[in-house]
């Protein structure tokens, strides 16, 4: 046989190789070897970067693993499409990294970012964490500053702080917002897919009809059975964005997104029967902590910060749950079966 046929076509792509590829993103990318770096020093990885290294870390934690069993809307829905935490998580990171690969920012640190952001979600979605707000006296409870904790305290990986960043601020309410474009990058996918897939969730379900979406909304974005509004959306974000030289989305298209949330949250976030749901579940938590703060032993060793104050140690552990751990548990503190 031939010597050059044996040769292997495969060699090592390394660390420094890596990064020097980062060299050729636009000038406003966040690139590995600039990070701020990790609050525990530690060695370089031979082959991956440092954002390379978070992402592995945030797929291989729990927090992760349990976002298949949280409710995105719909609590324990009847049927095997609807969004859940994990597949909104996934759809997230795919609009944020066709951003990212547009704009010429650094895909790695978006993904990341991106796969992280909702770690810190509550059983029950937005409603849960509306739930542990009760016991919050000076504002409220933020499944974004929760999802720092996780990484920093709970289950600490000692990510980034670029990365940290990004968790923090993904939500549009929290202030100040991403210090990096692919924070951005994230903010705006996470709204462009969860309001994508809820209303596909919502016609699915049959809470409403293609024709009750506003005029306004399908004046800008086009009729649902048409062009994907997810697309649309995306290249609104590119266009205006490469314009400005910043993240941004295209105003129209904006101010149809608006609209279209407002539209969402009044006739299926918010709509009676998702408020009924929604007070039960809320009822669910409320009976949790209360029971878990007379009964802290309940409380595995692995959700307990023993230098943490008891209501933190507790709404730390029902944060965690996922939707059918916390009704099971509920079950079995409050609904105990066997009993004649």
Known sequence: MDAAAEQTTLKAVTRDQREARERDLSPLATRSADTR????????????TEFERDRDRVLHSKAFRRLKHKTQVFINPEGDHFVTRMTHTLQVTQVARSLAAALGLNETLTEAICLAHDCGHTPFGHTGEAALSDYIDDGEWLHSEQGVRIFRVLEPRNLT??????????????KPPPHTPEGWACRYADRIAYLNHDLQDA????????????????????PLEG????????EAVIEESIRRGKVVMQAD?????????????????LRPESVAQNERARGVIHQLVEHLLLHPDLIP???????????TQVLDYVAGMTDRYAINLHDQLFRPRGLV
């Open 203 to 222: 016609l699915r379900a049959g809470v409403i009809v293609a024709a009750d979406v506003p005029a306004d909304v399908v004046e800008v974005l086009g």
């Open 301 to 311: 060793d692995s959700y307990c910060i023993e230098s943490a104050e008891r209501l």
């Open 227 to 234: 062009r994907s509004w997810i697309n649309l959306m995306v």
């Open 37 to 48: 770096g990790r609050e525990d020093e530690e060695a370089k990885d031979p082959y991956r």
């Open 253 to 269: 298209v904006l101010q149809a997104m608006k609209r279209f949330r407002e539209f969402m949250f009044e006739r299926v976030y």
């Open 161 to 174: 702080w670029e990365v940290l960043d990004g968790i923090r601020a993904h939500t549009w309410r929290v």
